[in-house]
């Protein structure tokens, strides 16, 4: 059964840095591509990031390009996401996920996790 555990959320004030974690499991998840999406009260889940199987190639949304920075760790099924420059707008639930193709769209990834809260004082 896949599993996809995140980790590493909390309170942080605004110009400061966290970094998440997404264990994975269930899976030989160097041959999948891994996201991370994030949603915010009343609105839809938003892409961030994505990493493709090898950790070649990556991809982030306009609102975090710059400040994020996601990878991975195939030997240890993890993967990553440094948050740097926090501002109040990244105040969401932050949601790993994993599929074959490293897309932007939340219907690209089939499996996902529960989701861990970051929440960014002004």
């Known amino acids: 059964q896949v599993q996809l555990v995140e980790s590493g959320g909390g309170l942080v004030q605004a110009g400061g840095s966290l970094r998440l974690s997404c264990a994975a499991s269930g899976r030989t998840f160097s041959m999948y591509a891994m996201g991370w999406f994030r949603q915010a009260p009343g609105k839809e889940r938003e892409f961030v990031a994505t990493?493709?199987?090898?950790?070649?190639?990556?991809a982030y949304a306009d609102s975090v390009k710059g400040r994020f920075i996601i990878s991975r760790d195939n030997a240890k099924n993890t993967f990553y996401l440094q948050m740097n420059t926090l501002k109040p707008e990244d105040t969401a639930v932050y949601y790993c996920a994993t599929g074959r193709l490293a897309g932007t769209r939340v219907s690209s990834y089939d499996y996902w996790g529960q989701g861990t809260q970051v929440t960014v004082s002004s």
């Open positions: 990493i493709s199987r090898s950790g070649g190639s990556t």
